[in-house]
């Protein structure tokens, strides 16, 4: 390779390695009613011949499953970390369900999308583990205390108070609650043997 390809190839390397088309980062705050969060990312910048952090991004939208009116809302905290995408494009109209146009500012850092967390391997619960193992799918949190577990035949609800809007507790729609948090049909009297 003569010296004028090499150098061409060291500016296209250069240039490539600039663009972010997705990478980890850390939650630091999380707005619920707005759905956005600050986040940092987790890498760091090449500048002259030190890496530099990426500065904190504020504002930026989270993935929320929305279909049909239908919603689940995610529950980040600080400390969390989370999967974010660069649009290829600004998305600031979009995010207000309008068109935006091309531009020269491709993946910009500004441009980014929280797609989800994932969970990393430092301090797992054993109980998440034991969670994680079940089939169907999954609703709960890490600690076990409460969760849904919806298979193809049965849904399992495990908690320790079911309360309503009002902070009732109710039972409605639930013919009978096991200890063990599974959903049968009664075997006795309906009001006995809840396992709250």
């Given at each position: 390779m003569n010296e004028f390809a090499k150098l061409l190839d060291d500016l296209l390397k250069n240039r490539l390695s600039e663009i972010l088309i997705g990478c980890p980062a850390m939650v630091q705050s999380f707005d619920k009613q707005k759905a956005t969060a600050s986040i940092k990312l987790l890498l760091k910048k090449k500048e002259g011949f030190s890496f530099l952090p990426?500065?904190?991004?504020?504002?930026?939208?989270?993935?929320?499953y929305y279909s049909g009116g239908f919603f689940m809302k995610p529950e980040y905290k600080s400390?969390?970390?989370?999967?974010?995408?660069?649009?290829?494009?600004?998305?600031?109209?979009?995010?207000?369900?309008?068109?935006?146009?091309t531009s020269e500012?491709?993946?910009?850092?500004?441009?980014?999308?929280?797609?989800?967390a994932y969970k990393t391997k430092k301090n797992?619960?054993?109980?998440l583990l034991q969670l994680l193992g079940k089939d169907g799918i999954v609703l709960g949190h890490e600690d076990?205390?409460?969760?849904i577990n919806i298979t193809k035949e049965n849904i399992y609800l495990h908690a320790k108070k079911i309360i309503n809007t009002d902070?009732?507790?109710?039972?409605?729609?639930?013919?009978?609650?096991?200890?063990?948090?599974?959903?049968?049909?009664?075997?006795?009297?309906?009001t006995t043997g809840i396992g709250i």
């Open positions: 990426f500065p904190v991004l504020s504002d930026i939208p989270v993935n929320i400390g969390d970390i989370v999967w974010v995408n660069f649009a290829t494009h600004s998305m600031q109209n979009a995010m207000l369900g309008q068109s935006d146009e500012s491709a993946f910009n850092i500004h441009d980014a999308f929280v797609v989800g797992i619960k054993p109980k076990g205390d409460s969760y902070g009732i507790k109710q039972f409605d729609n639930l013919e009978h609650i096991h200890t063990s948090g599974a959903v049968s049909t009664p075997t006795s009297d309906p």
